[in-house]
Nanobody
Framework: QVRLVESGGGLVQPGGSLTLSCAASGIIFTMNGMGWYRQAPGKQRELVAQ???????FYANSVKGRFTLSRDNAKNTVYLQMNALKPEDTAVYYC???????WGQGTQVTVSS
């Protein structure tokens, strides 16, 4: 079975940067459809970035120009480089595919001064 482990979260000041990693163990799978979601307390889960199955990378308008999605297929790892972080980016970040097949524990990102 596939297990996704998110890491790289932490506390960062506004304007700072973090890189999140999502490592898949177990069954090898395709990165098509993989992306990052986030959820803040009391808020709906939001898709922030995704490798779509039709060949382009999607970014939510709220993160466009600040976040970059990347991957290493050989390592079954997807990354989210987050720059110019804002307090409103504070959330638990999860990786998953577009079908929601592999929800893990997520990693907490807190942007605060």
């Amino acid at each position: 079975q596939v297990r996704l482990v998110e890491s790289g979260g932490g506390l960062v000041q506004p304007g700072g940067s973090l890189t999140l990693s999502c490592a898949a163990s177990g069954i090898i799978f395709t990165m098509n459809g993989m992306g990052w979601y986030r959820q803040a307390p009391g808020k709906q889960r939001e898709l922030v970035a995704q490798f779509t199955r039709v060949g382009f990378t999607f970014y939510a308008n709220s993160v466009k120009g600040r976040f970059t999605l990347s991957r290493d297929n050989a390592k079954n790892t997807v990354y989210l480089q987050m720059n110019a972080l804002k307090p409103e980016d504070t959330a638990v970040y999860y990786c998953n595919n577009d079908l929601g097949d592999y929800w893990g524990q997520g990693t907490q990102v807190t942007v605060s001064s």
